[in-house]
């Protein structure tokens, strides 16, 4: 098994860290006192969060789970964009290492042909005159029927995709490089950064969506990009509505 190692996934200036059994990188690193960037990676977490507390699954040598955490300085009302500047990198890493398909699909997933391949889960705390965002990501890497038992659905994985040869080691150090870099520039500039690289990523542009809205509420609309805060906008009968916070239950070609 691949085994992930500190030494491999040294980044200039980041605190490394790589447990081999923990509840949450999340947890662990919300709970910790942080100046600098600290990644943590975990061999397996037996607490693993999603959106909205759902369960992350995740098994050792499967899958690939970490969080960055790194000081952020933008107005708190931005911070819920992260989870999409976040995606933006992980996918650009993705590509790069030879997954050309990986997509995304508001807010927080990533997919390959469908199937998810990976999630996101952001959280903050305020640390001064600052924002300590924590970012945590879980990718699918190997194929197991167990792990796709586990989720109750069909999921896709990094060794399933024709060409991709990354090791779990070489896949993570180049998501979290790829992360430092998006967090830098959303500092700079906000969600402007990558809306339109999102826009171009999403797996769903140009669908009709059906999405379950915080308050239990169901709407219907086709699929139009993000609006300025990153809400998901959608062009209904009513004309164009921006959900700010819901889960996309299904979709299908307009």
């Not at 037996?46 to 899958?63: D, F, K, M, V």
């Not at 999630?119 to 890497?141: D, P």
Request: proline share 3%.
């Amino acid at each position: 098994m691949d085994r992930l190692d500190a030494a491999r996934l040294r980044l200039p200036g980041v605190d490394v860290r790589v447990l081999a059994r923990c509840p949450s990188t999340n947890s662990a690193l919300l709970a910790a006192d942080i100046a600098g960037p600290v990644l943590l990676a975990c061999e397996e977490q037996t607490a693993g969060r999603g959106q909205r507390g759902r369960r992350w699954h995740s098994l050792p040598g499967e899958s690939i789970t970490f969080s960055l955490a790194r000081l952020v300085r933008r107005p708190v009302r931005e911070l819920a964009a992260l989870s999409l500047v976040a995606g933006v990198a992980c996918v650009r890493a993705l590509r790069a290492l030879g997954a050309a398909h990986a997509a995304l699909k508001w807010p927080n997933d990533l997919l390959i042909g469908g199937a998810k391949l990976g999630g996101i889960l952001v959280e903050t705390r305020a640390q001064g005159a600052s924002t300590l965002a924590v970012v945590g990501v879980g990718i699918n890497y190997g194929g197991s029927a167990l792990l796709e038992k586990r989720a109750r659905r069909r999921i896709a994985s990094l060794e399933r995709i024709p060409g991709f040869a990354a090791s779990r080691n070489d896949t993570l150090r180049e998501a979290a490089r790829a992360l430092l870099a998006a967090l830098a520039a959303f500092e700079a500039e906000g969600l402007d950064a990558v809306r339109r690289e999102w826009e171009a990523l999403d797996a769903h542009a140009g669908q009709r969506l059906r999405v379950r809205l915080a308050d239990g509420r169901v709407v219907s609309g086709i699929a139009a990009g993000l609006a300025a805060d990153g809400a998901l906008r959608l062009r209904t009968r009513a004309g164009v509505r921006a959900v700010a916070s819901g889960r996309v239950l299904s979709s299908r070609a307009a």
